[in-house]
């Protein structure tokens, strides 16, 4: 099997890779926009660079594409891969707008291939172990979820709102609430939300958020995606945490933070390490075996769309002042 | 008669005139406020608590003082200064009322009152009558807390954007289960989650809305867990964790992110002792012991405020508008939309 990559701007790509080449899975192909950016990529994992997408599409050697790219590149990439008959294993959030990942998802439909968003926390071992108890009914009935996905401010293209489609609202949201979803079984049916921006960081973009939402089944939950994290701050990738109230109990999440804390003067701060297993291996490998045995992947483009819908909600809440149904993303 | 009913104090003086107190409610608070009076140097003069005479038998067992049969004897004691008011909310307002007009200065435990309209009259009784009203928003002196303040009021942290706070434990139970009833207790919101929103309004100021959500309006049989949401006119944005949902040892939290920096606190984390024993295997006592309680140095403050005249760090309006804030998330929780807390005119 060999993927090609369409963008490098996101950097998971360089895990993506490293995932597959463990998976025994080439990467024979790299395309982006930025010509300097893709080629040091290209050659940095020996693969060939291509300066055109169509031109890389059409390789039919290449049965599957990850799509890396500034989330506002995201629709288009996906869409031609679709057309070019290639399975999809696309970056989060998935799309800038509700209309655009529809689009994204149809094409892949329509194109019969494996549309797969890369939402790693799904492989984090807590996160699995905390599904398992509640599925065994260890904690009863859910009824609340507080998450956290706190975040530094990346800077780059992150906080160009036409490359990124919004700042830490659009990039922090998605990855708990798909957990949200997936331990609930249920569906956010509607969103209120507090934003600030330019609050925290320099930049005129959403920094500093709290996101509430309602599910379906009743659960309420509360999302806080603040890029609220310093460079002086020593957790792993800010946080990905969970606190789950059941009828019965709790269970408190702790999703990146599981391993050593380093504290060593050449840093000149503390920095966490997380060992507890690599969870963009696990994403990375269902979709593989999704595309060799035909199956459904576990997590879906639209698992993609319906988390980032809620970061659409989001901002809605904030223009709108008050909370908004689901149904009025566009 | 407005300030001490002693002479003027002198503050280079150490020894100032002792308080002599009445405790009405021997409870658990009760105990609490007498220990610390009496740390403190000021006389115990005795307790009321009718509804519960073998509380009163057993609080002045251990602490010594008079059983009163009634609130009204009590305060019929011309030689009680001050009273601490220790007994489930709903009776804060009738009991601080009576206090007033006897002439005793008050100390009220959190909340305030169960309503606005309680604590406005409670507020107006004192003021008409001259007397002192303090209201036990002991976390403001709580050392973290205080600390964390210095910190954000100095700038460490840059300009403040998020705030998280957490409380809470397992349910308490109280006497006939009145933290359980919305309309006595206010539920976690009013009588748990208000620490925390006051302290927040002593960092942030004025609160512009709120957005609240609790499980006592989804699944009333379960011990409450409920989550707010306040913005503050300033622009920082609040989240606030009250939970009578989580079996394990009292949970206090906090975590403060600002442009330069972020502070965090959990007393879980950094508890001063965890015990555990062969006979009681998975037991943990997790303990966060100060060498000054918390409690006393509130109380302190409040003697001081009566002897001096002065304010204390908390006042009664302060607690008012906590509550305000409070009962503004049980409306939000209840209805599912923000409330947002309108700029209440000068002569409310």
């Given at each position: 099997m060999k993927v090609g990559i369409l963008s490098v701007a996101h950097g998971h790509v360089g895990s993506f890779a490293a995932c597959l080449k463990r998976l025994g899975v080439d990467v024979t192909a790299v395309y982006d926009h930025d010509e300097a950016r893709g080629r040091a990529f290209a050659e940095r994992i020996g693969s060939q660079f291509y300066a055109s997408r169509d031109e890389l599409l059409a390789q039919p050697d290449i049965s599957a594409v990850g799509v890396y790219g500034e989330n506002a590149l995201h629709a288009e990439l996906v869409i031609a891969a679709a057309k070019a008959g290639k399975h999809v294993m696309c970056e989060k959030?998935?799309?800038?707008?509700r209309k655009e990942g529809l689009a994204m998802v149809e094409a892949c439909r329509k194109a019969g291939v494996v549309f797969q968003t890369f939402f790693p926390c799904r492989w984090l071992p807590s996160v699995r172990r905390a599904k398992a108890l509640i599925e065994s009914g260890h904690i009863g009935r859910i009824i609340a979820i507080k998450g956290t996905n706190h975040g530094g401010c990346p800077g780059g293209w992150f906080v160009d709102p036409k490359l990124a489609g919004g700042g830490a609202v659009f990039d922090h949201t998605v990855h708990v609430t798909d957990l949200m979803r997936w331990i609930t079984g249920s569906e956010p049916v509607s969103v209120y939300a507090e934003v600030e921006r330019n609050r925290l960081s320099k930049y005129p973009i959403d920094d500093a958020a709290m996101i509430a939402i309602e599910f379906a089944d009743g659960t309420f939950a509360t999302l806080d995606p603040s890029w609220?994290?310093?460079?002086?701050?020593?957790k792993t990738w800010g946080d990905v945490n969970m606190e789950i109230i059941g009828t019965k109990g709790t269970i408190a999440v702790n999703g990146v933070g599981q391993g050593p804390t380093y504290y060593t003067e050449a840093l000149g701060k503390g920095r966490e390490a997380h060992?507890?297993?690599?969870?963009d291996f696990g994403c990375v490998k269902a979709w593989v075996d999704a595309i060799q045995t035909g199956r459904a992947p576990e997590v879906s483009g639209e698992d993609g769309l319906k988390a980032v819908e809620v970061a659409l909600a989001a901002y809605l809440s904030e223009r709108e002042q008050r909370p908004v149904s689901i149904r009025e993303v566009e | 008669m407005e300030g001490s009913t002693h002479g003027p104090s002198n503050k280079?003086?150490?020894?100032?005139?002792a308080l002599r107190v009445g405790i009405i409610g021997a409870g658990g608070m009760g105990h609490g406020h007498a220990r610390a009076y009496q740390a403190l140097g000021q006389e115990l003069v005795g307790v009321a608590d009718p509804p519960s005479p073998a509380n009163a038998e057993r609080f002045a067992a251990a602490l010594g003082g008079k059983v009163f049969a009634s609130v009204e004897e009590l305060l019929a004691d011309p030689t009680i200064d001050l009273v601490s008011v220790t007994v489930p909310t709903p009776a804060h307002r009738e009991v601080v009322c009576k206090a007033a007009a006897a002439g005793k200065h008050i100390v009220c435990e959190k909340p305030l009152a169960r309503t606005l309209e309680d604590a406005d009259a409670m507020i107006a009784a004192c003021r008409d009558a001259g007397v002192r009203l303090f209201a036990g928003h002991v976390v403001r002196y709580f050392p973290e807390y205080e600390h964390v303040k210095s910190a954000i009021d100095r700038g460490d942290l840059g300009q403040i954007g998020v705030v998280r706070t957490t409380r809470g434990g397992s349910e308490p139970t109280g006497f006939q289960s009145w933290y359980r009833d919305l309309d006595r207790s206010g539920g976690l919101l009013v009588d748990l989650a208000i620490h925390d929103i006051d302290w927040l309004r002593w960092c942030f100021g004025e609160v512009e809305r709120v957005y609240a959500t609790s499980s006592k309006t989804r699944v009333p049989e379960s011990p409450e867990y409920a989550l707010a949401i306040l913005r503050f006119e300033s622009g920082v944005i609040a989240h606030v964790e009250g939970s009578w949902a989580h079996p394990g040892p009292f949970r206090y939290a906090y975590e403060v992110a600002g442009s330069k920096g972020v502070a965090e606190f959990d007393n879980l984390r950094s508890a001063g002792i965890v015990a555990q024993t062969h006979e009681h295997p998975g037991v943990v006592q997790s303990e966060y012991p100060y060498v000054e309680q918390p409690l006393l140095s509130e109380l302190q403050d409040f003697v001081r405020a009566i002897q001096s005249g002065e304010q204390a760090r908390v006042t009664a309006e302060d607690a008012r508008a906590a509550l305000r804030i409070s009962l503004a998330c049980l409306e939000s929780a209840r209805t599912g939309q923000p409330v947002w807390l309108k700029k209440e005119g000068a002569a409310q």
């Open positions: 959030p998935l799309a800038t707008s609220s994290r310093n460079s002086a701050y020593y060992t507890a297993g690599n969870m | 280079e003086d150490d020894i100032e005139m």
